[in-house]
């Protein structure tokens, strides 16, 4: 694995967490480092850290204030 990538691993505690569960990504990085992206991808979607994800939740949010409003009404 290379120091850059050691490195981005290091300073992100999501992807601390999910490399240690998912240990097979240690060796996909160290033959391959160019799959980082994918690796990347796999962590925004398990941890639900992709954009669209942020605007569901904050849809969400809003429609939960929303019935609360019209339940006071």
Known sequence: MTLDIQFKIKNNPN???YIR?????YK??????YM???FEEEVK????LRATD???RTLDAIEMIQTVVSQLK
Not at 28 to 33: E, K, T
């Open 15 to 17: 992807y601390q967490r």
């Open 45 to 48: 979607e398990k941890y639900h």
């Open 54 to 56: 942020r605007i569901s």
């Open 36 to 38: 980082f992206k994918n």
């Open 21 to 25: 569960e998912n240990s097979y990504w």
């Open 28 to 33: 996909i990085l160290n033959r391959n480092p």
